[in-house]
Structure formats: structure tokens, C-alpha cells
């Protein structure tokens, strides 16, 4: 199976996309015998700490503060990588091995964000010199013999467009985009679709789909707020479809509002009703992607 790879977007802060990112990759790593891989490219590092951090201490888990200091010192993190690159070019060498992947279980992966990455597009990087950098890190990762064979890359992506934004959307096969079912979420999402194109092209486009996240439940069913917003986005995304000729695909899946959620992700195991929406939305990515 030829690896496939999805950046979970949204400039738009709130809408959920790493909790999105990281529920999709437990779900998919348990339901599946896929071997996936989370990259936590955001500067804020959400997914990071909610994989990493201990909610009852506040510290880092031991386990994951260990490793992490140790990928951290000898300058195997994900902004390392960047940096030879940078330098390097065309013989762009990095040793991706175990001290760079965080081992979450046997089939889920892990590359964590470092504070470096806040001030990446204040360092004179140019755009062109960082286009291909995911590329080629995902290409060294998947010739590695030393590790699995990755078949799902998953990528919490920055809420602007950042560089490294620039490089995943570049060589991606699907950019997935959680849309909250409100007036600003609706608004936001033409936003987001028209400046993707913009700075995406002359570069192949990949596919988009679309989803509602925190929707609201009452009586075991949709509200009638979101089910009016979710009529709107389909029809926004049918309308930009045709306007653009990009691929733009509103999924039916729906993942409800859940207080719990990221305690949730920092104990490894999701709500059962929640387990379900998210195998839903796997399925429609997966055949999507087809």
C-alpha cells in the first residue's frame, strides 16, 4: 500500500483540530492494522501536550519527559531535521530513527512539536528553500529499514499558514478541515478554502473534505442549529467546488461536543459514542482518498 498522508487544517483557532488529529490516529491505529503517524507540526503544541503532559501533575509523563529531553539534546527533534535541510539541500542527511518517532503503542507514532517551531518564520527561511522539506523527511522515513512501514501520516497543522503549513500542503493527499457548526465557522471556511488555493498553486492540489466537529446533541439527535449549518457548508462547498474546479467534499459524519475530550486523549481512550463518529469519519476519508 503506497503511504498516504492527510494535514488537518483550519486558520480559525477552536475548531478542534487536535483533537480531531489525534483521535483519528488512535482510532485508526485500534480499528485497523494500518501503522500510523501523528506529526504535531502546530507552534503551539496542543497535540504535544496532551499526549505528553500529566493532567494530575501538570509535568511531563515520565516515560515521554525522558525521551523527549533526550531527542531534545541531541537534536533529533522535527525543527533539527529542518535545519539541515536548510543547510544542506539537495544531501539533506538526518538519522530519523527512534529518538525522533515516540513509540505511543505498537501501531501509533509519533513526532512532537518543540518551541523552536514558534519562531521558524522569523529565521529568513524562504519559501522555496522549505517547499519540499516534508517530503523529503517523510521519504527518509519511509525508506528507513529500521523503521515500520508507515501507511497513514497525520499532521496537526499551525492555525495560520505557516512554512511548514506550506510544505505538507505541498505533497498531501487529503486536507481535512473541521468546521464548527456557527456563524464565524461558516464564514471562516470560504476563507480558509480561497486562501489555500491561492498559495498552494502551481503545486498538484490535493483533495479537501470537510466536516462539522463539536456539534450539539439533544435528545440523541442533531440540533436544528446544526443541522441549519450543516446544510450551509454543503452548500459552500459544492459552490467553491464548482467556482475553483478543486475537489471539495463534505463528509456526513459529525463528531459531537464532548467536555471530556481531551482528558480523554490524555488517558488513551475515547467515549464509545465518540469511538463511533470517529470510525465513521475514517471511513469517508478512507474512501475518499481512494
Known sequence: MTPKSIAVINFKGGVGKTTVTWSLGNIISQATDLEVLMLDLDPQMSLTEAIGLNESTGHLDDKFGKWYEKSIKHRLTIYDALEVFKKAGE??????????????????????????????????????????FIRRFIGKITNSVNLPKYELFLFDCSPSFSLLTYSVLSCCDLIL????????????????????QKRIEPYPFPKIAVFMNKAKI????????????????????????????????????????????????????????????????WRECAEYLK
Open 91 to 132: 544531501n539533506f542527511k538526518f538519522p530519523v530513527g527512534f529518538e525522533t518517532i515516540y513509540q505511543i503503542d505498537e501501531q501509533l507514532h509519533f513526532i512532537p512539536s518543540v518551541e523552536e517551531l514558534y519562531w521558524l518564520d522569523l529565521d529568513g527561511f524562504e519559501g522555496k528553500s522549505v517547499k519540499d
Open 177 to 196: 478541515i473541521p468546521v464548527n457548526p456557527d456563524y464565524f465557522g461558516t464564514r471562516g471556511l470560504s476563507l480558509v478554502l480561497n486562501s489555500l
Open 218 to 281: 439533544y435528545g440523541g439527535l442533531l440540533t436544528n442549529e446544526v443541522q441549519f449549518y450543516m446544510r450551509e457548508v454543503k452548500r459552500l462547498c459544492e459552490e467553491l467546488s464548482k467556482e475553483n474546479n478543486i475537489e471539495i467534499k463534505f463528509l456526513e459524519s459529525t463528531i459531537r461536543e464532548s467536555v471530556g475530550l481531551k482528558r480523554a486523549i490524555n488517558e488513551g481512550e475515547l467515549p464509545k459514542e465518540l469511538v463511533r463518529e470517529f470510525e465513521k469519519l
